[in-house]
């Protein structure tokens, strides 16, 4: 498995530059990055024939790989789609993570359903041309990927070659319960090709200025195993999963050098995680 570093939080918290960037996820350990191709992202979408090259080139020339982008794609023919795919494509990227369509409420999911099934065939069809996948992230909240049945009524009929699962535990155990991320594997195993590596659990809070009472989400360590990683990755073992892992550490609530050090933290645990497995 390649471990990457999801260069979001570096961007977002740290407000580094890409180099910058670059030599802490080295520092870290990471073998590589996931690099953002999307608005605010590191490599701008419109951008992303001239700069995703260069960028690409600068993390390699620190001794990282880069196997996948996170872009915001979700419709073939738009957001400079086929400039993305075709350019990382060229740069020798294997995975293009997608973005997200947005439940558009009660009593019209199935329609949803059928439009973005019909967008998938474009992105497919692109993904072949290229010889890249993409990849659906199960992302809790009002999303479509927001739990594995929907995710499989998405990828059902799609080749996983070219669109794939990007499975996080974090979000399935949020989203569907303490067995749901198990259920979720087994149900889209053979779709599998991503993992998203992430910690967090919700919480009662009362605003301080208010007293109003609210619900949030808190990013933990990973050695808090709210997803019970060990059983977790025995699981991708189990269905042969070697693909990358990508460890988001959205840790918004810490400046950069909590960030690094939490980072660094998780990256070691997980390290003795797999080598256990």
């Known amino acids: 498995m390649e471990l990457l570093m999801f260069t979001k939080m570096l961007k977002n918290i740290g407000n580094l530059t890409l180099e910058q960037a670059g030599d802490y996820i080295v520092e870290m350990g990471f073998d590589g990055a996931d690099l953002t191709v999307r608005p605010g992202g590191y490599v701008l ?14 993390l390699r ?4 790989v880069v196997p996948m982008i996170t872009s915001s794609i979700t419709d073939p023919k738009k957001g400079y789609a086929e400039e993305i795919f075709k ?31 019909e967008k998938l065939r474009g992105i497919e069809s692109l993904s072949r041309d290229y010889g890249v996948t993409a990849a659906i992230h199960t992302h809790s909240g009002a999303y479509l990927s927001a739990n594995p049945a929907m995710m499989l009524m998405l990828l059902q009929g799609h080749d996983p070659e070219y669109v794939c699962a990007y499975i996080d535990p974090g979000h399935m155990l949020s989203e569907s319960g303490p067995s749901g991320w198990e259920m979720g594997i087994d149900l889209l195993s053979e779709y599998i ?9 919700w919480f009662r809070v009362t605003d301080e200025r208010t007293g109003e009472k609210r619900w949030e989400i808190r990013m933990l360590p990973l050695k808090e195993e709210i997803v019970p990683w060990h059983r977790f990755f025995k699981y991708l073992k189990t269905i042969g999963f070697d693909g990358p892992v990508s460890v988001h550490s959205e840790y918004e609530h810490l400046n950069l050098e909590g960030l690094i050090r939490q980072t660094r933290e998780d990256l ?10």
């Not at 020339?61 to 990282?64: A, F």
């Not at 070691?268 to 497995?277: D, F, G, N, T, W």
């Open 45 to 58: 979408p419109e951008e992303a024939t001239k700069r995703l090259p260069e960028a690409i080139e600068l």
């Open 61 to 64: 020339s620190k001794g990282l």
């Open 87 to 117: 350019t990382a494509s060229e740069c020798g990227v294997r995975f293009i993570k997608l973005g997200y369509w947005v439940y558009e409420g009660f009593g019209k999911i199935k329609e949803q359903i059928a439009k973005v099934r």
């Open 193 to 201: 090709r991503l993992v998203a590596v992430k910690n967090f659990r």
């Open 268 to 277: 070691e645990y997980l390290k003795e995680v797999l080598k256990k497995i």
